[in-house]
């Protein structure tokens, strides 16, 4: 049973990932400096250039996605008795431009490029920069939660172990597609915290207990407007209970006359 739970989990998940990931906003790996987006990118090269110093050149444009171009350099030969001797260093850390996630496959991937500086040992070929696209493959952790008293299979990152969506398995159970994408994070309260009604736990209206903690000055406010409920219920019946007296006192001396 738990096994056909997780592939009908997964199929759901797969199939609303698109809605997840055109509704992210712009972040990083770790949450800053990566476009959301929900395509990877596919870059396309055009003709490489003539040989000017040593170098041609080409520019690659991303058709899918519409990324920045990124350009790819190639030495060529030109009449010298100059033999070039290219070394480049170490690539830097990809910069991530895109961000895909897959529920149906269970993964999210990064995509975007990466640059190094090459040199010419002989002085043949000018100091230039290479680029090239990268990417990187992250699995999704699959995890059984309760959650305000309903059993949630819920989707995280590995490594920021930030919650990216999750089921409701009773619902599931139920018939229904009870699932969300936590775009935005969540407050971390049970819905009963927000019906207006003091129930479970809570100390006051929707605060207190698991809720949120209630201020002092709410407080304070609540037992004022109850003390004054309870004056104003008194006075009322005090009123009423001394009108119903002084008619029936009335109507005694209108029988006697």
Known sequence: MEKEIILLAFFVLGFLSASYASAQ???SASGEGIKYATCFPEYTCGAWSSCEGGLQTRVCVDKKCNNRDIVERKLCERPSTCVPDIQCGDWSECIY?????DFFTGKIIFGGYRTRVCEDRNGCVERFEEEGVCSEVVKLELVKR??????????????????VAKINLDRWRDGQ?????????????????????????ETGIDCGG????????????????VALSSWLGFLIFSSLLAYAVVKQKSRKLKRRK
């Open 210 to 225: 698991s809720c949120r903690p209630c201020s002092k000055k709410k407080e304070s406010q609540f037992k004022e407007i």
């Open 97 to 101: 431009t895109d961000k895909t996630t």
């Open 25 to 27: 906003g712009e972040g």
């Open 177 to 201: 597609i009870g699932i969300s994408f936590l775009v935005g994070g969540e407050s971390g309260y049970c819905p009963s915290c927000f019906n207006g009604v003091q129930d479970n736990d």
């Open 146 to 163: 309760k959650i305000c008293d309903n059993e949630f299979l819920v989707a995280v990152e590995p490594k920021t172990k930030r919650e």
